[in-house]
């Protein structure tokens, strides 16, 4: 019955596939290239025959199995086997006719359809659970095979085992049963070793048959009553795939359970059925705890049979209208045969004949399946082909629908193009591959499909441009515009003409730029969608062809070449040789960092910089690849550029020849290369030093010959300075040896001296003054600046500070360097400090960054930790002699504060003497080889105070007080002479000016100077204004007490500057008169120069260092001037805008001084702008004003107003 089912199923599947290979041809045959039903029919038959071989396979194996088996039985009956052999014969014999049963019972896929169970064991223990077997040597019942596989107790039969493997050669067995009885669990020497030997034996078995299938144990349990009528039914357990030794014992615990209870109903029903009652109690009382130890040794054995499970059976009765080899499995059997089902086993050691033999049907199947599909692909791929060549060259249908046709032949190739070059797809190898022959066949179809639709048109049109290129007047300005498009027409023509020419990218822009216009019987859309495809296909393939080259017309050429290289040239040819030259440079060289410069030298504790030098613009890259480049492109020079312009059998211009084009290409790259070197070296930084220390230290390494990084910094500069240098040309040493036989007429001066061996290159304008500075040795003059000296140099100095830090007291020490240079004297600091300036002033302005960083900052830092802590010593010595003392002599005091309290005149002159004053003796003693007095000024020295920043505030101040001592105390005492003289005011009868015991009245008569002196000889001094009009009597204006009065007095006029010594003094009462005097001063502003004092702060710094920084500018007083003032006067008085008129005039009296006359709009605006307030001496820097109080409502007016 089931071969009867297979067989309809298998006629059922084979019509099935084949109307199914027959919708798809019907369907989509043409898709797939077979168009006509004869090629489809084909294709159809062919599949069917692979279908019926393969169906096929399976008999043809069957039947020579057959044959072979008989052919084998015969030979066995005509050849009777030795006696030795017949037990070995016997077994063989019994797997045979096992064999032969078993495939004519099941038929072809007999193996597959049995479960086979190989049963071991003590024969008297399987005798009563599979009754014959032993003697028989196999059963078969329900599906399922038992094959006796010997005794524990004896050797394994490794022949039989390879024959029972090549009956089943993948998996020789499903499931392995050993019979086992309660007794085996016995914790006894004998049970254990009877157990080693059985895994043992199951080792060797799963070893010889390369397999190890699922072990079910199957305990035979013997009852006192016969168990005939009771109701069979499977006792034990299963496990699990990976169990734990506590879950075998749990599962059996399960099973007592169990037992128990199926037990008790069955006794109950006849008490003689205690099989279940007594297993339980069995399994309780005594094999659990023998099983606890027993099981687990299957659990670790390595490689062995997985314990499927444990199952319990009593004794099994052979029925005996069984015939031979017949099994009537019992319900546990039939449970070992359902679970073996599910149960996989494991392959052991290496399954090659398995995997080979399964590798070599796949690969068989696989390659007949591939060389199908490569057949059918490659068919339709050819029909397809030949068919888009047929159409592509039919003349007779419109120039839109030849395009079209075109366009997709030309996909066509350009698939089979890609296919040539990256390879076909899979399914179009396999042997069958057509691609290159294909493709090399239809490119002559193409052709003449391209050169009517594509070719013909693009010449003409070229031709018609060119002509009307050479045809237009040489005066025509669309020629010059025209140019650059007739050169690339030009340039196209001849690569059409000449495909060994061919640029395909540029042809096809040219192309196609040239071709936008569609042709007439074209829509715009069609062309501008298709032609350029077209026409850029044509140019990538031309080069591949040579014989679709064209005709050029010569005299055509000719003519065009002449109007182009008037018009065009090739001057910007040389920019795009030179980026490409550098483009393909920088892939193999890549930038260089400080760091690699140095060749991994440190120099993080002297300079640094993040720029870095270009790859391309170093030797290694010159002497490898750049002067290479240039040679060829000087070589291809005619053959890359001037082909188009030029025929090879013309001379070519000397401006665009190789040689040329040679020199100005090393020109220009070793111009760029100067440029990247002088970019990356002036940007090198010098590190700040934090301590005099840290000075030595830089000083250490900059000296030290072997790890300097300025010497490999040097050495690396000495190498690629020199890069392409080369031994004087022989023309030049014949012209110096001419020199000097011919004498010294002959001979031509030379701002520097050449020396002949030196050999010279492109770089000597750049890198020649670090060359020299590294190659020039000492010469006997000793004024060659060279890197040597200036290292030795460096170490004295190192050397020096090194004395001063480990002196008993470095800061008395370094205070007596700094005083030795302040006093003009020359050390090995400033000797070395100006020999860094020279070299690097002698580098030249390119290199100042450079030559400043890494030669002068070096030893200006070791100059300023020298002078550092000497200026802070200089600071402090300023403050406790000088600062301090004046701070408390004069803090609280007029003029310098606005008080009622007036500085001592002899404490100040204390202080400013000329000679003897104390800032007198302290400048001229600490510091007089840095700053000297020219007049009344304090200079500093240019040369010995370089490294010293002065005290802004401090030279302002000392010039300040300069003036005052110089005017107030020339004599020693404080004396000060000056001119008065009063002038009329209106309404004013009578002034009257009290001033130190002297008075000057005024009474409206012509005026005269009076001299007065101040301060006066006098016990009460002060300064006291009064006046009277014709209605009043004596009205008194202020009256200031004390020593500094007049300057209080003066402190409230208004002050206009007449000219350089005369002063106008407005005084305004308080109904508004003006009281009027005239002041002429015989020192600078006379009295008024007092009035600067007012505020004065005297600094607390003679320098400026990094702890003791410029001094502040003080903030302004003039609000606490009028504040405190206002309290100290009789009279309080309001404050005079300031005017700017004019410049001060030249007048010997007041009385000569004309009256003010009006300015007019045209002159006021530039009169005004040449005016300007004076504020401050004409020493004083603007800088420093905010120091003093600028002297109020002064102005400058051109003429005198009553």
Known sequence: MKNKWRTWGLIIGTLIVAVAIFAVLYFFGDRLGWETWGEKGTIWLLSMLVIFGFLMIPMIVTSLNNAYSNLKANNKKLNPAEPKKEIELKVVTGLDAMRDQ??????????????????????????????????????????????????????????????????????????????????????????????????????????????????????????????????????????????????????????????????????????????????AQ?????????????????????????????????????????????????????????????????????????????????????????????????????????????????????????????????QQLSQLQYRTEYGSPWYLRFGLNQNDRLLTSLWPYYHQANQQNIQLPLVNNLTNELEQLVQMSPNNPERATLAKQGYDRLKAYLMMSRPDRVDAPLLGNILIENTKQAPDTVSAGVWQSIGPELMQFYANNLSRHPDWAIKSDKSLVTDARQVLINQVGMQNAETAIYQGILKRVAQNYGSLSLEQVLNGIDSRTLFNTTEEVPGIFTRAAWEGMVEKEIERAAKNRREEIDWVLTDSGKQLNSEISPEKLKQRLTERYFTDYSAAWLNFLNSISWQRAESISDVIDQLTLVSDVRQSPLIALMNTVKYQGQTAQKGRALSDTLVKSAQEVFGSKAKKLEAIPVDDSIPVGPLDGTFGPLLRLVQGGAQENGDSLNLQTYLTRVTRVRLKLQQVTSAPDPQAMTQALAKTVFEGKAIDLTDTRDYGSLIAASMGEEWSGFGNNLFVQPLEQAWQAVLEPAAMSFNSAWRESIADPWNRAFNGRYPFRATGNDASLPELGRFLRPDSGMIERFVTTQLAGILHKQGDIWVADPMNSQGLTFNPQFIHALNQLSKVSGMLYANGDAAMSFELMARPSRDVVKTELLLDGESLVYFNQMEIWKTMNWPGETYSPGAQLSWSTAETGLRLYDSAKGSWGWVRLLDQASVTQLDSSRYRLEWKAEDGKSLNYILRAQTYAGPLELLKLRGFVLPSNVFVTSRSPASAKPEPVISQYQTEQGNTSNKPKKAQPQKIIGNPVSTEDASTVPPVRKKSKAETPAETANAEVVEQGSADSAETQASSKPMTRMRRIEHDAN
């Open 282 to 410: 069995d399994l309780e009382q005594r094999d659990i705890p023998r099983l606890r130890g027993w099981l687990p040794t299957f659990l670790t054995a390595q490689g062995g049979n997985q314990l499927r499970g444990l199952l319990f059976t009593p004794q099994v009765n052979r029925a005996e209208t069984l015939a031979d080899h017949a099994f009537q499995p019992t319900s546990t059997w039939q449970a070992i045969i359902d679970d073996s089902r599910v149960a996989k086993g494991h392959g052991v050691g290496m399954q090659w004949l398995n995997s080979a033999t399964l590798a070599a049907l796949s690969v068989i199947i696989l390659f007949s399946l591939g060389c199908i599909i490569s057949y059918i692909g490659n068919r339709g791929l050819i029909a397809s082909a030949e068919n888009l060549a047929r159409q592509s060259n039919d003349f007779s249908v419109s120039m839109t629908e030849r395009l079209t046709r075109q366009q997709a032949f030309k």
């Open 102 to 279: 078993l495939r004519h019972r099941y038929g072809f896929f007999w193996r597959r359809k049995l479960r086979w169970l190989l049963v071991t064991g003590e024969t008297a223990e399987v005798e009563q659970v599979a009754p014959g077997l032993i003697t028989q040597g196999w059963q078969l019942g329900n599906d399922a095979l038992l094959i006796w596989g010997g005794s524990t107790k004896a050797a394994l039969d490794e022949n039989w085992l390879k024959q029972l493997k090549k009956l089943r050669w993948r998996k020789p067995i499903d499931a392995q049963v050993w019979v086992v009885a309660a007794d085996y669990y016995a914790p006894t020497k004998e049970q254990k070793a009877l157990q080693d030997k059985t895994l043992w034996q199951m080792h060797s078995r799963n070893k010889l048959m390369g397999w190890a299938a699922p072990l079910y144990l199957l305990d035979i349990r013997r009852t006192q009553w016969q168990q005939s009528e009771q109701e069979e039914q499977p006792v034990g357990t299963l496990f699990p795939g990976k169990p734990h030794p506590e879950t075998l014992i749990n599962l059996l615990s399960s099973v007592v359970k169990q037992t128990t209870d199926l037990g008790m109903t069955q006794v109950m029903i006849n008490h003689q059925h205690a099989f279940l009652l007594q297993l």
